[in-house]
């Protein structure tokens, strides 16, 4: 956007080429994103991908190279991070020990001049948000992690920001504590209607909490959508395989919608494969719940065909409403997710042939080093 271009709530937040480098290196490419009013948005990535470079540099704390950040139109790029009324939730909580709960969140008042009023009334109304109306009194060593950053976010909260941002601020607790307050969080934040920014390098809590995921690699934008866009219909074959569990299988292109899969014994017709041209390599991918397997090659297959890969299950883990089956298939592993009864009818050591749902199977074009043959 430029001086007197018009705001809309789809560019409430917006960083507009934004990079970030230290010398030589860089930490982030010049990257575009903009966030809607309202909104909950989450930067997912491995370590070092520039999520938290991007969130820093939202927040004030880092300046970019090149690019700015607005706010509701309002260049911020120039301001410190004081005055740019974002609230921070930090990975460490980052409490004052010597304050008790509630004078944690009473900081944020004080630093922005609010009377003793207001402040009592906010107080209260901050606590029975987080649920923590009998913590008020205690201090940071009396609560245990999980409460320690339900205060972190009330007080985060307490100046009522246009821009809440949150780097890592589950991944100290423990598995069930932070189950809890990720559905707490995006709670909170429906509540208030607070535009938020979520960085966190965890798939299942990336898609549990977002309206929208960012997926971040090497300091680009891998891929931006829904949660189930980037689960159903990734972009790159880094997608596909960073997020959540992918069976990635060799294929060609053929012609009518049909691929080759290395393998296979006959064409698959896979959805968007009209869109490469015949002989193109491509990858093909498959969640572990999209696989079926029928035992010694008979009955079921996923297109309703004999066609199929032949493997052996290697490997069974109980997971609850699901059990996921390991196959060897000459030199890979392919994981099925299948439910109680039907994975029980396949043990460890039996063949068995692997089907698939074209409407299920995702195709990308192969990464440059792929190689494999048509014999069509």
Same mark, same amino acid.
């Given at each position: &956007?430029? $001086?007197?271009?018009?705001?809309? $709530? ?9 990079? +970030? ?29 520039? +999520? ?29 991070? *004081? ?8 990975? #460490? ?7 008790? #709960?509630?004078?944690?969140?009473? /900081?944020?008042?004080? =630093? ?8 009592? +009334?906010?107080?209260?109304?901050? /606590?029975?948000?987080?649920?923590? @109306?009998? %913590?008020? +009194? ?36 423990? *598995? ?29 809590? *990336?898609? $549990? ?6 997926? &971040? ?13 980037? !689960?159903?219909?990734? %972009? ?5 395989? /960073? =997020? ?7 294929? =060609? #292109? ?5 691929? @080759? ?7 698959? @017709? ?5 869109? /490469? ?7 093909? !991918? ?55 009864? @039907?994975?029980? %009818? ?13 409407? *299920? ?16």
């Amino acid at each position: &956007m430029t $001086a007197g271009s018009h705001m809309t $709530a789809s560019n409430y937040l917006v960083a507009e080429n934004v990079s +970030k480098t230290y010398g030589s290196n860089t930490a982030l490419n010049p990257l575009n994103l903009a966030l809607s009013q309202g909104e909950l948005v989450t930067l997912l990535g491995p370590s070092g991908c520039g +999520k938290t470079t991007l969130l820093r540099i939202v927040a004030g704390f880092n300046a970019p190279t090149t690019g700015r950040v607005l706010l509701a139109g309002r260049d911020l790029t120039p301001l410190p991070a *004081a005055r740019r009324q974002m609230g921070m939730v930090f990975q #460490a909580y980052s409490l004052f020990p010597n304050l008790s #709960a509630e004078d944690n969140v009473r /900081f944020g008042f004080k =630093v922005r001049g609010v009377t003793a009023a207001v402040s009592e +009334k906010r107080l209260k109304d901050l /606590f029975a948000l987080i649920g923590l @109306e009998d %913590a008020r +009194k205690r201090y940071p060593h009396q609560l245990s992690g999980g409460q320690q950053q339900r205060v972190a976010l009330a007080r985060a909260l307490a100046i009522e920001p246009q821009v809440l941002l949150l780097d890592e601020p589950l991944s100290a607790l423990d *598995a069930q504590v932070r189950l809890n307050l990720r559905d707490e969080i995006r709670r909170v934040q429906r509540e208030t209607g607070t535009t938020t920014l979520f960085v966190t390098h965890d798939q299942e809590e *990336a898609l $549990a909490i977002s309206d929208r995921v960012v997926v &971040m690699e090497k300091g680009r934008v891998a891929q931006l959508g829904t949660p189930e866009d980037i !689960y159903r219909r990734p %972009a790159t074959p880094f997608v596909a395989e /960073f =997020v959540g569990t992918a069976n990635g299988l060799d294929a =060609v #292109a053929l012609e009518g919608g049909l691929v @080759e899969v290395v393998g296979w014994n006959a064409p698959v @017709e896979v959805e968007g494969a009209r869109a /490469f041209a015949r002989g193109e390599r491509l990858r093909l !991918y498959l969640r572990p719940e999209e696989l079926s397997l029928s035992a010694d090659g008979g009955g079921r297959s996923g297109g309703g065909s004999e066609s199929g890969l032949i493997g052996q299950v290697t490997d069974r883990r109980f997971l609850g409403s699901i059990t996921r089956l390991s196959v060897r298939v000459g030199d890979r592993t392919l994981v099925a997710d299948l439910q109680g009864n @039907e994975a029980a %009818a396949h043990p460890v050591g039996q063949r068995v042939r692997v089907g698939l749902s074209p409407l *299920a199977a995702h195709v990308l074009r192969a990464v440059p080093d792929s190689s494999i043959q048509a014999s069509a």
